[in-house]
């Protein structure tokens, strides 16, 4: 078992199921529907064009209908901002007070609901082999992670909220909890088994966590890549201290607005969707989380990105793939993005103080 405190140690697991380092930036992006039809292909997905048009002279402007204003900072309410960008139709700012990266407009809770229940864009990448290999890494670490916090006689419930066809679930259960719940509103996912003693994976409205009724209260909840989706994150943190039990632990996941690719990319970077409301950097998810009455016990970069990082250091497209034959910006790999927390994901561990 390796030492997850040492950073050395960690930096050889999650380089394991990070998909660029692993099979290359251009085959992996290929082989996991980001590229070709997928939606890194720099054009907007057969979702976004529901609600956006391009207007050939400024190119994609917002539809008239679906979008709703969003004036307020959704971590600290504040109204100071800044404009940060413009990608396809979708206007992002950053709060003036927390540095926490905001849409604004963003589309009504109807129509977000309908272009979510016929969104395929994410379910052809996260199905794909390639990218299936990789997350069964990443959710043993992530278990791991979250064991090395809590004792094994501590291990009794588990939620994952947002849990897909339940992979994290599926591993957690494995890995010494009683009791592993995941929920999810996603109904593509109906042909993965369901039945397990200890092990279940329930269909629920995971937007609203008080329309649950798990009838026991978790000793840890994980999300994964799903806090970045909520309007209203404060709101939603709050509510699940109510099924949380006292001192438990909230494990995130979220997309890093101070990633080296985010910073780059800017308009091209694909994290800027109509499904990501918003965009957390280390100190805003802090922000957020202290004030609902947690403190962080962990929390580091995953996922490089290298491979499109170089791609456009190459003068290329960031997500071709298309590499240098001699990089002249060798120094940056994976020790030194992880090391400065520029890693395209942020994973944090909360624990609750009431
Ligand atoms: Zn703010």
Not at 123 to 144: A, L, P, R, W
Request: glycine share 6%; net charge positive; charged share 25%.
């Amino acid at each position: 078992m390796k030492d997850l405190s040492n950073f050395e140690d960690r930096l050889k697991i999650i380089n394991s199921f990070d998909g660029n380092l692993v099979y290359g930036a251009k085959s992996f992006n290929l082989t996991t529907n980001r590229t070709g039809k997928g939606p890194s292909n720099g054009l907007p997905t057969k979702e976004l064009l529901k609600v956006v048009q391009d207007s050939q002279k400024d190119r994609f402007v917002r539809k008239s209908i679906g979008w709703v204003e969003q004036k307020n900072c959704v971590v600290c309410n504040s109204k100071k901002r800044s404009f940060l960008l413009n990608r396809l139709g979708l206007a992002y700012f950053r709060c003036a007070e927390c540095s926490h990266i905001y849409q604004d407009p963003i589309l009504s809770n109807s129509v977000a609901a309908e272009l979510y229940s016929n969104e395929e864009t994410t379910t052809k990448i996260y199905k794909s082999d390639n990218q299936q290999e990789m997350d069964e890494i990443k959710f043993s670490y992530g278990v791991d992670l979250i064991n090395s916090f809590v004792s094994n006689k501590n291990r009794n419930s588990i939620l994952d909220i947002g849990c897909g066809p339940g992979i994290f679930s599926k591993v957690a259960f494995r890995k010494g909890w009683d009791l592993s719940i995941g929920v999810d509103i996603n109904d593509s996912y109906d042909d993965i088994s369901k039945s397990s003693s200890g092990f279940k994976l329930v269909r629920g409205n995971v937007l609203d966590i008080a329309s649950l009724d798990f009838n026991t209260k978790f000793d840890v909840i994980s999300m994964w890549s799903f806090l970045e989706h909520i309007p209203d994150p404060k709101k939603y943190i709050n509510d699940l201290g109510n099924v949380l039990k006292d001192n438990g632990l909230i494990f995130i996941l979220v997309p890093n607005s101070d990633s080296l690719v985010a910073k780059l990319l800017r308009e091209k970077s694909t994290c800027y969707n109509w499904k990501h409301i918003s965009y957390f950097n280390i100190k805003s998810l802090n922000f957020l989380l202290e004030s609902c009455g947690y403190n962080c016990v962990f929390d580091e970069t995953v996922i490089t990105e290298i491979g499109n990082i170089k791609s456009y250091l190459n003068g290329k497209e960031p997500y071709s793939g298309e590499l240098p034959d001699k990089d002249p910006f060798s120094f940056i790999d994976s020790k030194f993005i992880h090391i400065n927390k520029l890693g395209s994901r942020i994973i944090a561990v909360y624990k609750k103080n009431f």
